[in-house]
């Protein structure tokens, strides 16, 4: 089990400096490019954000990339379908096709401003999140086969890299703050949310591929749904706790209700919290990783090569361990979330104790 | 950057649900519980040996039991064996020196018999030849003397011989 996880980790150091070597190559010209129009900043933003097409690397004037489909709905014109290379003048520049257009910071809005849409493309953010969803498919409805046909044999390949992963969510994140008696209903969705920003944390690293879990839509929802999970499975004392906080002096509470106001605005604040701390960590790597690369062109020099490559390189590492502890951090705080919300009232507890002790 | 998108939100909500609802069912589910089976199945084996090392505890001291029993017994039979067998020595003994005796005592009885009646046979033997000599005297002293001394001479050679 060990030698396979050095294996796996000694190719995670192979595939980010293949990466590093790549993104160096692939957008130098890029780099190039840019230097005649935007600043360092676009180039850096543009490389963060959603986009209408997926943009793999420039060469000179040419433009490689994954044209999506565009999909708006509008109350007067329904369901439109379109490609996002119809979008493309001869400059490869996004210009007005149908009514439609995209400005430079990639938003699809109408020409008549008058109109109201939803924009249901699928961007590049949206077809790397089904890329990393068939990819989750696959690894754990194989692995989850091989448990379903010997559960008694000793793990194997990929199921042996997982397994400790599994345990680790079981047994140290949700046991711990949730309950041996609880953890079971949450389970599925602590793996799901863990196992999905992992991976997306991790091919957010790769060469050309979108910052899924660097954007606010994305962690908004995925902390909009522990919220859920919280709400629906809360039980009395939760409530008690927030609207009549136990060991709280009653001046703060009437007639003023201060307290129950904090605790109230506390449900929302900590998703919110979670959304902002997944954004900003994942984002202000892929913009650290991105700047000590484009050092080499702001200094203009091939001196700084050497330099931002081994940053670069050191940056990847932590990246690849920041991705873990993200996921982690994101399932962590869910856990503990859903483990005050199904927390059994103190007194009773106390009581079992009690009667625990004099049985015993 | 700050602004989500609200297509990208609409499309993460369905992912989102798609995701938890397939792994939930066929990833999540099958691999809890199998490593729930393995766990079990883990301490209910420990359990097992740690119950095997008890009985085969007690198997041992009862084996050990069992040999001491043996032991004993094996003892308690060598011993009242070595006691029938020198009661029977001694029984023996007893007997042949019984029978030893009353050879001997039958031996002697014969002895005294045949002592007794070899003496009645020398005592008649010596009274007839008593009564012969004294008759063949008394024959003779009819005859002579000389003739009588001769005849007694004669007679006590032939004592003589006999």
Not at chain 1, 235 to 251: A, E, S
Not at chain 1, 266 to 285: D, E
Not at chain 2, 98 to 115: C, H, Q, T
Not at chain 2, 142 to 156: F, H, M, P
């Given at each position: 089990m060990i030698r396979n996880s050095t294996k796996i980790l000694r190719k995670g150091l192979k595939i980010s400096v293949l990466q590093l070597v790549l993104i160096l190559t692939f957008n130098l010209s890029g780099f190039a490019a840019s230097e005649e129009g935007g600043s360092k900043t676009d180039f850096i933003l543009h490389h963060i954000q959603n986009s209408h097409e997926w943009h793999l690397a420039t060469f000179g004037h040419t433009h490689i990339s994954i044209p999506l489909p565009v999909i708006v709905y509008s109350q007067d014109r329904g369901m439109e379908f379109f490609m996002s290379?119809?979008?493309?003048n001869e400059h490869h520049e996004w210009s007005e096709h149908q009514g439609y257009v995209i400005d430079e910071h990639d938003h699809l809005k109408p020409v008549d401003e008058s109109r109201s849409i939803v924009d249901l493309s699928i961007t590049k953010n949206v077809a790397s999140m089904l890329v990393s969803v068939i990819l989750l498919f696959l690894v754990f409805i194989s692995v989850s086969n091989r448990y379903k046909k010997n559960p008694l044999s000793p793990p194997k390949g990929l199921q042996s890299l997982l397994e400790p992963i599994i345990l680790f969510v079981r047994d140290e994140i949700a046991i711990p703050n949730i309950g041996k008696d609880k953890y079971m209903k949450f389970m599925p969705f602590l793996l799901t949310v863990f196992f999905f920003i992992w991976f997306n944390n991790l091919l957010g690293l790769?060469?050309?591929?979108?910052?899924l879990t660097g954007n606010i839509a994305v962690t908004l929802v995925l902390s909009l749904f522990t919220l859920f999970y919280t709400i629906r499975h809360s039980n009395k004392n939760y409530w008690v706790h927030i609207?009549?906080?136990?060991?709280?002096?009653?001046w703060l509470k009437l007639p003023v209700p201060l307290m129950p106001i904090v605790e109230f605005i506390g449900i929302f604040t900590k998703p919110l919290s979670l959304t902002i701390r997944l954004f900003a960590n994942i984002t202000a790597g892929h913009i650290i990783i991105l700047s000590v690369i484009s050092l080499i062109f702001i200094f203009?020099?091939?001196?700084?090569g050497p330099v931002s490559v081994l940053f670069g390189l050191f940056m990847n590492m932590v990246e690849l361990l920041v991705a873990f502890i993200q996921a982690f951090v994101f399932t962590l705080l869910s856990a503990i979330y859903f483990g005050q919300a199904v927390e059994e009232h103190h007194h009773e507890e106390g009581h079992e104790d009690e009667v625990g002790k004099a049985a015993a | 950057m700050l602004n989500p998108e609200s297509g990208l939100i609409i499309w993460q909500t369905i992912i989102t649900i798609l995701v938890l609802f397939v792994l939930g069912k066929f990833a999540w589910k099958p691999i809890l519980g199998a490593l729930k089976t393995r766990e079990d199945s883990i301490a209910e084996a420990l359990q097992a040996a740690e119950k095997a090392k008890e009985e085969m505890a007690n198997l041992k001291a009862e084996n050990e039991q069992i040999i001491r029993e043996a032991r004993e017994e094996r003892d308690q039979i060598i011993q009242s064996a070595s006691k029938a067998a020198n009661e029977i020595k001694e029984k023996a003994k007893e007997e042949a020196s019984e029978i030893g005796k009353k050879m001997i005592e039958d031996a002697k009885a014969s002895i005294e018999s045949e002592k007794n009646a070899a003496l009645r046979d020398i005592k008649d033997q010596v009274a007839e030849l008593s009564l012969q000599v004294t008759e063949k005297l008394l024959r003779k002293n009819l005859e002579g003397d000389k003739a009588q001394k001769q005849l007694l001479d004669s007679y006590i050679d032939e004592l003589k011989l006999n």
């Amino acid at each position: 089990m060990i030698r396979n996880s050095t294996k796996i980790l000694r190719k995670g150091l192979k595939i980010s400096v293949l990466q590093l070597v790549l993104i160096l190559t692939f957008n130098l010209s890029g780099f190039a490019a840019s230097e005649e129009g935007g600043s360092k900043t676009d180039f850096i933003l543009h490389h963060i954000q959603n986009s209408h097409e997926w943009h793999l690397a420039t060469f000179g004037h040419t433009h490689i990339s994954i044209p999506l489909p565009v999909i708006v709905y509008s109350q007067d014109r329904g369901m439109e379908f379109f490609m996002s290379s119809s979008f493309k003048n001869e400059h490869h520049e996004w210009s007005e096709h149908q009514g439609y257009v995209i400005d430079e910071h990639d938003h699809l809005k109408p020409v008549d401003e008058s109109r109201s849409i939803v924009d249901l493309s699928i961007t590049k953010n949206v077809a790397s999140m089904l890329v990393s969803v068939i990819l989750l498919f696959l690894v754990f409805i194989s692995v989850s086969n091989r448990y379903k046909k010997n559960p008694l044999s000793p793990p194997k390949g990929l199921q042996s890299l997982l397994e400790p992963i599994i345990l680790f969510v079981r047994d140290e994140i949700a046991i711990p703050n949730i309950g041996k008696d609880k953890y079971m209903k949450f389970m599925p969705f602590l793996l799901t949310v863990f196992f999905f920003i992992w991976f997306n944390n991790l091919l957010g690293l790769l060469p050309g591929a979108a910052n899924l879990t660097g954007n606010i839509a994305v962690t908004l929802v995925l902390s909009l749904f522990t919220l859920f999970y919280t709400i629906r499975h809360s039980n009395k004392n939760y409530w008690v706790h927030i609207f009549n906080t136990p060991g709280v002096p009653w001046w703060l509470k009437l007639p003023v209700p201060l307290m129950p106001i904090v605790e109230f605005i506390g449900i929302f604040t900590k998703p919110l919290s979670l959304t902002i701390r997944l954004f900003a960590n994942i984002t202000a790597g892929h913009i650290i990783i991105l700047s000590v690369i484009s050092l080499i062109f702001i200094f203009n020099s091939l001196a700084i090569g050497p330099v931002s490559v081994l940053f670069g390189l050191f940056m990847n590492m932590v990246e690849l361990l920041v991705a873990f502890i993200q996921a982690f951090v994101f399932t962590l705080l869910s856990a503990i979330y859903f483990g005050q919300a199904v927390e059994e009232h103190h007194h009773e507890e106390g009581h079992e104790d009690e009667v625990g002790k004099a049985a015993a | 950057m700050l602004n989500p998108e609200s297509g990208l939100i609409i499309w993460q909500t369905i992912i989102t649900i798609l995701v938890l609802f397939v792994l939930g069912k066929f990833a999540w589910k099958p691999i809890l519980g199998a490593l729930k089976t393995r766990e079990d199945s883990i301490a209910e084996a420990l359990q097992a040996a740690e119950k095997a090392k008890e009985e085969m505890a007690n198997l041992k001291a009862e084996n050990e039991q069992i040999i001491r029993e043996a032991r004993e017994e094996r003892d308690q039979i060598i011993q009242s064996a070595s006691k029938a067998a020198n009661e029977i020595k001694e029984k023996a003994k007893e007997e042949a020196s019984e029978i030893g005796k009353k050879m001997i005592e039958d031996a002697k009885a014969s002895i005294e018999s045949e002592k007794n009646a070899a003496l009645r046979d020398i005592k008649d033997q010596v009274a007839e030849l008593s009564l012969q000599v004294t008759e063949k005297l008394l024959r003779k002293n009819l005859e002579g003397d000389k003739a009588q001394k001769q005849l007694l001479d004669s007679y006590i050679d032939e004592l003589k011989l006999n």
